[in-house]
């Protein structure tokens, strides 16, 4: 599979504690996004990376929460401190070149629940 | 602040019908509009993607419009099949830069046999 791949699919955990995600995006692509979505919702921008500088992050992005992409491959999203309130699903997309009128293409997501 | 809605919420419509999802923004000044499939659980497939110069994009059964000036886009859905049950996502792209999408919050199709 060649697709943008995230790891877990399913995450519960305790309020409080500290959760980490990944995503590794489609080969050679150099753009990477994190978006957020919540139930019912559409999802929303939270970052994005071009190869491994993170070029802009939304206001959704409280102190709590760091995103990395170390070597410009794959990323991960870090809740320190989680709340109720973080519980949605983040989704990771990749895209080819850095140009906006690319497609992007998604993964399937990483679907955390605060207890 | 771009506000994006999607009406209707939901549709159920017999198999074979012909379909039309709508889409409004408020800020006309996008550089292009993607529609995307959502089944549940899962992630966002792309399906069209119209930049602001353009008009209309097809895909097989899939014809999408924009109306840039009016704020509106349309996804029509041609002989509709079950396979075609999902949210449909629209969302608006603000700038050049980068893909900082504004997503609605979708219609829910379903299609009965």
């Known amino acids: 599979d060649t697709g943008v791949s995230q790891d877990p699919r399913h995450k519960i955990t305790k309020r409080g504690q500290n959760v980490t995600f990944r995503c590794d995006p489609i080969s050679e692509h150099n753009r990477l996004y994190w978006y957020r979505q919540t139930l019912g919702q559409g999802p929303e921008f939270l970052t994005y990376f071009q190869n491994e500088a993170q070029l802009e992050k939304s206001r959704l992005l409280s102190d709590r929460f760091s995103a990395e992409r170390p070597k410009g491959s794959f990323s991960t999203l870090e809740i320190q401190r989680t709340e109720q309130g973080d519980s949605a699903m983040y989704l990771c997309?990749?895209?080819?070149?850095?140009?906006?009128?690319?497609?992007?293409?998604f993964g399937s997501g990483t679907q955390l629940s605060v207890l | 602040k771009q506000e994006v809605t999607q009406i209707p919420a939901a549709l159920s419509v017999p198999e074979g019908e012909n379909l039309v999802l709508n889409c409004s923004f408020t800020d006309s000044a996008i550089y292009n509009l993607q529609w995307f499939r959502q089944d549940p659980g899962k992630g966002l497939t792309s399906l069209l993607l119209?930049?602001?110069?353009?008009r209309e994009q097809t895909s097989g059964r899939l014809n999408a419009s924009l109306d840039k000036s009016s704020g509106r886009s349309t996804l029509y859905i041609a002989a509709s099949q079950p396979g075609d049950s999902a949210t449909y996502l629209c969302?608006?792209?603000?700038?050049?830069?980068?893909?900082?999408?504004?997503f609605g919050t979708g219609t829910r199709l379903q299609v009965t046999l």
């Open positions: 997309a990749s895209s080819p070149g850095g140009q906006a009128n690319e497609k992007l293409f």
């Open positions: 119209i930049q602001s110069s353009q």
């Open positions: 969302a608006v792209c603000p700038s050049g830069t980068a893909s900082k999408l504004t």
